[in-house]
C-alpha cells in the first residue's frame, strides 16, 4: 500500500515563531487532508489539499501531487497550535485514508 | 448542528464484555468510515460502509461487527473486548465512495478494557 511519511516527527516551538510540516508520499493521490488533533483528542480538518494552495488565516498547505509531497505552514505560532499533525491520503483507486505517523507541535508562551 | 457525532465519548468496560459505540452523521453523505487509534496515535482505517453496505473490512477480528441501519448511522458493536481493543475510535464520513471527496470525522470515542 501506500506510504505517507511526515517530518518532523516532534517539534518544539516559541510562540511566535514559524514552522513547516512536510508530508512525503509514495505514490500517486486522489486525496490528501490535514488533519490537528488538539490535546483533547479531536480531530480538526485544516485542508482538503490533493494539490495547489490553500491558505486559511495563519495556516496554509501546499501539495506538489507530482511530485508527491504536501506541506503545512503555520505562521505566528500560538499555544492553541500545539497537538499533533497529520497528513492523510487516498490512494488512486482506493477510498479509504491512509494516514501518517503525525508531527508532535509543542508551542510555548 | 454537529456534522458526525459519535456515543458515547469515553467508555470504560472490563474485559469480556460486549460494547456498541454509535455514530450519526447529518452531512446526507453516501459513505462512512470507522478508524482506530491506537496508543501510538496511529490512526487506521477498519470498516467502510456506502449506502449501507460494507464495502471494507481490514482484517479487523470478527469480533468487531459493524452496522448501518440506515446511511446515517453506521454502528459499532464489539464481542468479548479484549485488553487490546483499548483506543480510540473515529467515525468518519464522506458524500460519495469516491477518493476525491474529503472525510469529515467525529469526535471519538475513548474506549478503555480493564
Known amino acids: 500500500g501506500i506510504q505517507v511519511e511526515q517530518s518532523p516527527p516532534d517539534l518544539i516551538l516559541q510562540e511566535g515563531a514559524n514552522s513547516t510540516l512536510r508530508c512525503n508520499f509514495s505514490?500517486?493521490?486522489?486525496?490528501l487532508q490535514w488533519f490537528h488533533q488538539n490535546p483533547w483528542g479531536q480531530l480538526i480538518n485544516l485542508f482538503y489539499i490533493p494539490s495547489g494552495t490553500k491558505q486559511n488565516g495563519r495556516l496554509s498547505a501546499t501539495t506538489v501531487a507530482t511530485e508527491r509531497y504536501s506541506l503545512l505552514y503555520i505562521s505566528s505560532s500560538q499555544t492553541t497550535d500545539s497537538g499533533v499533525y497529520f497528513c492523510?491520503?487516498?490512494?488512486?483507486?482506493?477510498?479509504?485514508?491512509?494516514f501518517g505517523k503525525g508531527t508532535m507541535l509543542l508551542v510555548s508562551p | 448542528d454537529t456534522a458526525v457525532s459519535q456515543t458515547p465519548k469515553y467508555l470504560v468496560t472490563q474485559m469480556g464484555n460486549d460494547k456498541s459505540i454509535k455514530c450519526e452523521q447529518n452531512l446526507g453523505h453516501d459513505t462512512m468510515y470507522w478508524y482506530k487509534q491506537d496508543s501510538k496515535k496511529f490512526l487506521k482505517i477498519m470498516f467502510s460502509?456506502?449506502?449501507?453496505?460494507?464495502?471494507i473490512n481490514e482484517t479487523v477480528p470478527n469480533r468487531f461487527s459493524p452496522k448501518s441501519p440506515d446511511k446515517a448511522h453506521l454502528n459499532l458493536h464489539i464481542n468479548s473486548l479484549e485488553l487490546g481493543d483499548s483506543a480510540v475510535y473515529f467515525c468518519?464520513?464522506?458524500?460519495?465512495?469516491?477518493?476525491?471527496?474529503?472525510?469529515?470525522f467525529g469526535p471519538g470515542t475513548r474506549l478503555t478494557v480493564t
Open positions: 492523510a491520503v487516498v490512494n488512486s483507486g482506493y477510498s479509504t485514508l491512509t
Open positions: 468518519a464520513s464522506s458524500q460519495e465512495w469516491d477518493p476525491s471527496y474529503e472525510q469529515y
Open positions: 460502509y456506502n449506502n449501507k453496505e460494507l464495502i
Open positions: 505514490d500517486s493521490v486522489n486525496n
